[in-house]
């Protein structure tokens, strides 16, 4: 089995990082870091860099965790991380989870509500 | 030089201020986003020419056409994607510069020397126009027959990777040109009342330019983000300055000269400059290919320079040899302005007021670009389809408003189509939209010198001058074919394959 965790290289994204490495360790489990963007803009934040992604890998390495990163360009991050989740048959997904104002909700959406809704596998929710 | 500061004190006064403001922030933006250039931008904002008074209008397309050159240096250096052209060769140095925790100082060259050129390429804009104004209003039909002709064929072989590429663009920008029933009869009206007045400029710039572009854009909306160099304010130190100074003039020379000629842009003067600088370096000679900043500063100074240059045909002559000059000249004449040389003597004031506009708006780019930079990075930032949609509305918004006709939004999908094809199968922008606006004007010429010979062909090149740039049309379209057919000489490369080359000798 495998922990799906979806991962961006900021605070929110590690604490996730952090609570799924520590399942995969209890669990003896696989550990799959998603990174995915829409791609719609030509710079985004919440896709990591070659450094970013080399550091984590690093810090798989260094724990001893049987883990991999993922980096896809999708048209909808939340539909991507659901799709992974099934398509390696997940244990638990692991995301981060931030305050949302209603407004703010109310213009983008919110990921994390419906993977939360949409996912068949049980979702842990971490607070950065 | 009293003109001259009779057109500052109308630079200066609130409202074109403003104007220029508007124009230098708006280039600046429209530069850093790939994709999106001020031939675009000045094409939307063309229906603003109904209602701001003229002086105001080329102001501000002027501002944005000098931000646009800067605003492409951005996104060289810190995403390593060119927002244009004429910034491709900056990406070289300049990336590796912000890969080594350089960005800073590139982008503080890469300002401080397009301020320094465009001055200096203003300020010789200043000094040749007239005097080339005053040459070129003796000469005739025939001779202004023959430097249309040349500008066409300069645009259309010289730049671009292929020339039948560039004619078939220019073919369809002829063809456009001529549909209308302006020489008495009609003319591809296909019997339609609404096409006899012709297809107004606004609908095919737009078209081309934006709709053509957003078509492109949302064929390859998911493209894999870049990373971006995280920067401050920019800034130099001593031995940046003192490596930096002679490169800013020495892409200046370059750069003016040939944006004055018929077939200016930018992209061969940067490349001039980049390996001019290369060969000067001495002991930095190491550094290129790791960040070297002369390779920034020069070709940097060369654009603005060649920017400034190509105003020179522009106004002196009427003649456009780049986009965003051939779209401000589509604003000229929307105001009945005459561009050529008598526009000098016809709106003095006009002309002087741009003029000293130019230096306002350059050094409005260097007090609001240096602290800016970390701002215009955000840009790019906004998700495309977010950018497209607004850019779409005001496509449609100024296609409409120019006759209060549906049927020129209909025209606009149309011509929106013809670009995205063109994007689709390597054809060149700008001899099409070049075409399009010099088609009728070659015409007039044309018919005028044939009526004053009564139809007698040979008086077309009756005229010394015609006769020295039909000489010039046929060494650019048969030079590169004689030094093929020379033995033991490899023929000239194109400027595309050698920028090639050296990208990859700098990366490898």
């Given at each position: 089995?495998?922990?799906?965790?979806?991962?961006?290289?900021?605070?929110?994204?590690?604490?996730?990082?952090?609570?799924?490495?520590?399942?995969?360790?209890?669990?003896?489990?696989?550990?799959?870091?998603?990174?995915?963007?829409?791609?719609?803009?030509p710079v985004?934040?919440?896709?990591?860099?070659?450094?970013?992604?080399?550091?984590?890998?690093?810090?798989?390495?260094?724990?001893?965790?049987?883990?991999?990163?993922?980096?896809?360009?999708?048209?909808?991050?939340?539909?991507?991380?659901?799709?992974?989740?099934?398509?390696?048959?997940?244990?638990?997904?692991?995301?981060?989870?931030?305050?949302?104002?209603?407004?703010?909700?109310?213009?983008?959406?919110?990921?994390?509500?419906?993977?939360?809704?949409?996912?068949?596998?049980?979702?842990?929710?971490?607070?950065? | 030089?009293?003109?001259?500061?009779?057109?500052?004190?109308?630079?200066?006064?609130?409202?074109?201020?403003?104007?220029?403001?508007?124009?230098?922030?708006l280039g600046t933006a429209v530069g850093v986003l790939p994709g999106i250039g001020p031939a675009m931008t000045?094409?939307?904002?063309?229906?603003?020419?109904?209602?701001?008074?003229?002086?105001?209008?080329?102001?501000?397309?002027?501002?944005i056409y000098?931000g646009g050159m800067y605003g492409g240096s951005t996104t060289s250096i810190l995403l390593n994607t060119p927002g244009e052209s004429s910034s491709v060769i900056t990406a070289?140095?300049g990336n590796?510069?912000?890969?080594?925790?350089?960005?800073?100082?590139?982008l503080?060259?890469a300002?401080?020397?397009s301020?320094?050129?465009?001055?200096?390429?203003?300020?010789?804009?200043?000094?040749?126009?007239?005097?080339?104004?005053?040459?070129?209003?003796?000469?005739?039909?025939?001779?202004?027959?023959?430097?249309?002709?040349?500008?066409?064929?300069?645009?259309?072989?010289?730049?671009?990777?292929?020339?039948?590429?560039?004619?078939?663009?220019?073919?369809?920008?002829?063809?456009?040109?001529?549909?209308?029933?302006?020489?008495?009869?009609?003319?591809?009206?296909?019997?339609?009342?609404?096409?006899?007045?012709?297809?107004?400029?606004?609908?095919?710039?737009?078209?081309?330019?934006?709709?053509?572009e957003?078509?492109?854009?949302?064929?390859?909306?998911?493209?894999?983000?870049l990373?971006i160099?995280?920067?401050?304010?920019?800034?130099?130190?001593?031995?940046?300055?003192?490596?930096?100074?002679?490169?800013?003039?020495?892409?200046?020379?370059?750069?003016?000269?040939?944006?004055?000629?018929?077939?200016?842009?930018a992209?061969?003067?940067t490349?001039?400059?980049?390996?001019?600088?290369?060969?000067?370096?001495?002991?930095?000679?190491?550094?290129?290919?790791?960040?070297?900043?002369?390779?920034?500063?020069?070709p940097e100074?060369?654009n603005?320079?060649?920017?400034?240059?190509?105003?020179?045909?522009?106004?002196?002559?009427?003649?456009?040899?780049?986009?965003t000059?051939?779209?401000?000249?589509?604003?000229?004449?929307?105001?009945?302005?005459?561009?050529?040389?008598?526009?000098?003597?016809?709106?003095?004031?006009?002309?002087?007021?741009?003029?000293?506009?130019?230096?306002?708006?350059?050094?409005?780019?260097?007090?609001?670009n240096?602290?800016?930079a970390?701002?215009w990075a955000?840009l790019l930032?906004i998700?495309r389809?977010?950018l497209?949609?607004?850019?779409?509305?005001?496509?449609?918004?100024?296609?409409?408003?120019?006759?209060?006709?549906?049927?020129?939004?209909?025209?606009?999908?149309?011509?929106?189509?013809?670009?995205?094809?063109?994007?689709?199968?390597?054809?060149?922008?700008?001899?099409?939209?070049?075409?399009?606006?010099?088609?009728?004007?070659?015409?007039?010429?044309?018919?005028?010198?044939?009526?004053?010979?009564?139809?007698?062909?040979?008086?077309?090149?009756?005229?010394?001058?015609?006769?020295?740039?039909?000489?010039?049309?046929?060494?650019?379209?048969?030079?590169?074919?004689?030094?093929?057919?020379?033995?033991?000489?490899?023929?000239?490369?194109?400027?595309?394959?050698?920028?090639?080359?050296?990208?990859?000798?700098?990366?490898?």
């Amino acid at each position: 089995m495998t922990v799906v965790v979806g991962w961006t290289p900021d605070a929110r994204g590690h604490a996730a990082l952090v609570r799924a490495i520590a399942e995969a360790q209890v669990h003896d489990e696989r550990l799959l870091v998603v990174n995915a963007s829409s791609g719609t803009a030509p710079v985004d934040d919440r896709f990591a860099g070659v450094a970013d992604v080399s550091q984590v890998r690093a810090l798989l390495d260094s724990l001893g965790v049987d883990g991999e990163v993922r980096q896809t360009v999708v048209r909808d991050v939340g539909d991507a991380l659901l799709d992974i989740a099934e398509e390696v048959d997940a244990s638990m997904l692991v995301i981060g989870i931030r305050h949302r104002s209603p407004v703010g909700k109310l213009l983008m959406g919110s990921t994390a509500q419906r993977i939360l809704l949409d996912a068949r596998c049980p979702v842990l929710a971490v607070k950065a | 030089m009293d003109a001259l500061l009779t057109g500052l004190s109308m630079a200066l006064t609130p409202e074109n201020l403003l104007y220029a403001v508007i124009g230098v922030l708006l280039g600046t933006a429209v530069g850093v986003l790939p994709g999106i250039g001020p031939a675009m931008t000045v094409a939307l904002l063309l229906p603003v020419t109904y209602n701001v008074s003229p002086s105001a209008a080329l102001i501000m397309f002027a501002g944005i056409y000098y931000g646009g050159m800067y605003g492409g240096s951005t996104t060289s250096i810190l995403l390593n994607t060119p927002g244009e052209s004429s910034s491709v060769i900056t990406a070289l140095e300049g990336n590796k510069m912000a890969k080594t925790g350089r960005a800073a100082q590139a982008l503080a060259t890469a300002a401080i020397g397009s301020f320094v050129a465009g001055t200096i390429g203003t300020i010789l804009l200043v000094a040749v126009a007239p005097t080339v104004a005053d040459w070129v209003v003796v000469l005739g039909a025939p001779s202004y027959f023959a430097l249309m002709l040349l500008a066409l064929v300069a645009v259309t072989s010289v730049l671009g990777s292929s020339k039948l590429r560039g004619f078939i663009s220019l073919a369809l920008g002829l063809a456009i040109g001529l549909v209308g029933t302006s020489t008495g009869q009609a003319r591809l009206t296909l019997d339609n009342p609404l096409l006899a007045d012709g297809i107004d400029i606004v609908v095919v710039a737009v078209a081309i330019f934006a709709v053509g572009e957003a078509l492109w854009v949302a064929a390859h909306l998911r493209r894999r983000p870049l990373e971006i160099i995280p920067v401050g304010r920019p800034w130099m130190d001593r031995r940046d300055w003192r490596r930096s100074w002679a490169p800013w003039l020495r892409g200046t020379a370059f750069g003016f000269p040939f944006g004055a000629l018929p077939a200016g842009g930018a992209e061969l003067p940067t490349f001039l400059s980049y390996i001019t600088e290369r060969r000067l370096a001495g002991e930095h000679r190491a550094e290129f290919g790791k960040g070297a900043i002369e390779g920034v500063a020069g070709p940097e100074a060369a654009n603005n320079a060649s920017a400034a240059g190509t105003l020179v045909p522009l106004l002196a002559i009427g003649l456009p040899t780049t986009a965003t000059a051939a779209v401000i000249l589509a604003a000229m004449q929307s105001y009945g302005l005459q561009p050529g040389p008598q526009l000098f003597e016809a709106e003095p004031e006009l002309v002087w007021t741009l003029l000293a506009s130019l230096f306002v708006a350059n050094t409005l780019l260097l007090v609001i670009n240096l602290p800016l930079a970390p701002l215009w990075a955000k840009l790019l930032r906004i998700p495309r389809p977010y950018l497209y949609a607004g850019i779409l509305f005001f496509a449609v918004l100024g296609a409409y408003s120019v006759n209060f006709q549906r049927f020129d939004v209909l025209l606009l999908c149309l011509f929106g189509a013809l670009g995205f094809a063109m994007r689709r199968f390597g054809l060149p922008v700008l001899p099409l939209i070049v075409g399009v606006i010099l088609g009728p004007r070659l015409e007039e010429q044309l018919t005028q010198a044939l009526q004053l010979s009564q139809g007698d062909v040979s008086a077309l090149w009756s005229e010394p001058v015609a006769v020295i740039v039909y000489v010039v049309i046929a060494v650019l379209l048969l030079g590169p074919l004689v030094l093929r057919l020379v033995p033991g000489r490899q023929g000239p490369e194109r400027l595309e394959d050698e920028v090639e080359e050296l990208e990859e000798e700098v990366r490898s």
